[in-house]
């Protein structure tokens, strides 16, 4: 069975910086992107940064030149370092895998990681 386990959530101040790690294990198939997502109290969950198989890497423009997501393909591992944090970077952040096998795709999720920045 296929499982996310995140790590690295926390409570910090603003101006102040985490680093989330995600490790995936299980039978997924082939990966087709990694990434973190992340949702506020009663809003949807949105992409905060990926990166593909390629290499390539998208981020939110809301966290451009402060977060950097990373991974280590080796370990089927995604980081997410969070730098300059604010108020509104407060959410459940979410790590994704999205996974291909013969019969088609798939998305996977982790439990979820609380970060919390205080004012």
């Known amino acids: 069975q296929v499982q996310l386990v995140e790590s690295g959530g926390g409570l910090v101040q603003a101006g102040e910086s985490l680093r989330l790690s995600c490790a995936a294990s299980?039978?997924?198939?082939?990966?087709?992107?990694m990434g973190w997502y992340r949702q506020a109290p009663g809003k949807q969950r949105d992409l905060v940064a990926a990166?593909?198989?390629?290499?390539?890497?998208n981020y939110a423009d809301s966290v451009k030149g402060r977060f950097t997501i990373s991974r280590d393909n080796a370990k089927n591992m995604v980081y997410l370092q969070m730098n300059s944090l604010k108020p509104e970077d407060t959410a459940i952040y979410y790590c994704?895998?999205?996974?291909?096998?013969?019969?088609?795709?798939?998305?996977?999720w982790g439990q979820g990681t609380q970060v919390t920045v205080s004012s």
């Open positions: 994704n895998l999205a996974a291909r096998r013969l019969t088609g795709r798939r998305d996977y």
């Open positions: 299980g039978s997924f198939g082939s990966i087709n992107a």
């Open positions: 990166v593909t198989s390629g290499g390539s890497t």
